[in-house]
């Protein structure tokens, strides 16, 4: 890259310090020139960009969308308190880094209670049949431990013990497609494994979405402004968008592993088929939130109280009642079954939502809901899916996602 070209752009646009924040429909002066274009504005590119910028080199975030968080978006319209329609829960608080930044930022964090509270049929589950549930959980989980101690990499389904009776679905659905988005069938024992405790969880009063958003207040930015093509070497790259072409040394792409595989974004030259591969093998499992807010609490319900059913399927849900002591509650299906029921749109969303709470709380649900909302993110053009985690056989294409390409990184959850 010419110095001097660089040191006209530093002069003329103060670039470095002054965010470029581009309203959405409003043409923004896209730099020419950057050290690093970061793709995406989601929690990975917001962190990428603010290291960059820690260490005085010039960088641009180019976002699709037209506003800033990625999958970790916040509703602050539809109700009257703010509801993350991605993700709401900061795992392992304790280690976790973005809880340090959200407190030097001085945003409240909600402690959510430990674990969740079982229904069966109509009634709780009395602690005898808690712990029944919570001894199958903990046999399931040993399982899959060992079998990812094992010679393959194989489905958590199959590594599952057969008699775990009336909790074998339920165990089934909190594992998988409620942990992951996946069903364990879809699911790679190791990857299950890596992925940790999730137990412990804390969140953003005003939602994740909007601290990411706070997060990126020094982050220079152009939102509306997808990538099309990268043009890459070993030497640098080129970043094509609708705005214009930025050069730079080096390009950080974040977006989903599903956006990745789409081909939305062309490379020249082609990316590697064991990147495609790779990002194929760690596609983004099916996770959607119903949103249904009720006058007058009748679930009976605390505040951010977790609820599972005893259920004979995994064509259930998991209910979040009373969101941050708020009147709204958000059923979220997952898997195989909330890939297909999101596919049918909000009407036959909201209807299972209010019919599964009516069998669980009882009919005087019906009449409380006084408004709804859902979320289908396997229909969301930048994201296509809810959250990464890897098919049997797929843990090691997460090492092989974080090998450079060229000048070309890979990074993000996956
Ligand atoms: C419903 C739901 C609930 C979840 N719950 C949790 C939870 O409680 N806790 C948790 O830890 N995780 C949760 N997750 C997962 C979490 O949201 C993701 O792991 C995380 O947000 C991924 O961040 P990212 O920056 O890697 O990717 P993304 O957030 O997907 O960011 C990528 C960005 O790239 C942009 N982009 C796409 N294409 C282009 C292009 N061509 N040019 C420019 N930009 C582009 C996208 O618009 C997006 O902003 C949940 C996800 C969903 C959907």
Do not use: Y
């Not at 880094?97 to 964090?109: C, D, I, N, Q």
């Not at 909600?110 to 079982?118: D, E, L, S, T």
């Not at 999730?198 to 601290?211: K, N, S, Y």
Request: charged share 20%.
């Amino acid at each position: 890259m010419n110095i001097t070209r660089r040191d006209v752009l530093i002069a003329s646009a103060g670039f470095a310090a002054a965010p470029l924040f581009s309203p959405p429909g409003l043409a923004a002066p896209l730099p020419r020139e950057a050290d690093i274009v970061v793709i995406g504005a989601g929690a990975a590119g917001i962190a990428a960009a603010r290291r960059i910028i820690a260490v005085g080199r010039r960088v641009i975030v180019v976002e699709a969308a037209n506003e800033i968080g990625g999958r970790c978006l916040t509703d602050t319209t539809t109700f009257d308190v703010p509801i993350d329609r991605g993700a709401r829960w900061l795992h392992n608080p304790d280690a976790n880094p973005l809880v340090k930044l959200a407190r030097a930022l001085a945003l409240e964090m909600v402690v959510a209670p430990v674990g969740q509270k079982i229904r069966i049929g109509r009634r709780n589950a009395r602690p005898g049949e808690t712990e029944e549930f919570l001894a199958a959980l903990v046999r399931a989980n040993r399982a899959i431990e060992d079998a990812s101690r094992g010679k393959g990499d194989i489905a958590c389904a199959s590594a599952l013990p057969k008699d775990l009776g009336d909790w074998a679905a339920t165990a089934e659905f909190v594992l998988g497609a409620s942990a992951t988005g996946k069903d364990l069938r879809d699911l790679s024992v190791i990857d299950k494994v890596r992925g940790g405790d999730r137990g412990a969880v804390i969140a953003c009063r005003l939602g994740l979405g909007t601290m990411i958003a706070r997060l990126a207040d020094q982050v220079p930015l152009a939102l509306s402004t997808p990538a099309s093509r990268i043009a890459w070497s070993n030497r640098d790259v080129a970043v094509e968008t609708a705005a214009g072409r930025i050069a730079a040394r080096a390009a950080i792409v974040t977006v989903s592993t599903n956006v990745l595989a789409s081909g939305a974004i062309k490379f020249a030259p082609e990316l590697p088929k064991r990147q495609l591969d790779a990002a194929a093998r760690l596609g983004l499992g099916s996770f959607d939130h119903i949103f249904l807010q009720l006058a007058g609490n009748p679930l009976g319900l605390a505040r951010d109280d977790a609820i599972v059913e005893q259920s004979s399927s995994t064509k259930t849900a998991m209910l979040l009642a009373n969101i941050g002591g708020s009147s709204v509650c958000s059923i979220d299906v997952g898997g195989a079954f909330g890939r297909d029921l999101s596919s049918q749109g909000d009407k036959a969303m909201i209807a299972f939502a209010v019919e599964w709470l009516i069998k669980l709380f009882g009919s005087e649900v019906g009449a409380s809901v006084k408004k709804s909302a859902a979320t289908h993110w396997n229909a969301a053009p930048f994201a296509l899916g809810a959250m990464s985690a890897a098919s049997p056989g797929g843990q090691p294409s997460r090492a092989v996602l974080a090998e450079p390409v060229g000048a070309v990184f890979f990074a993000g959850e996956a």
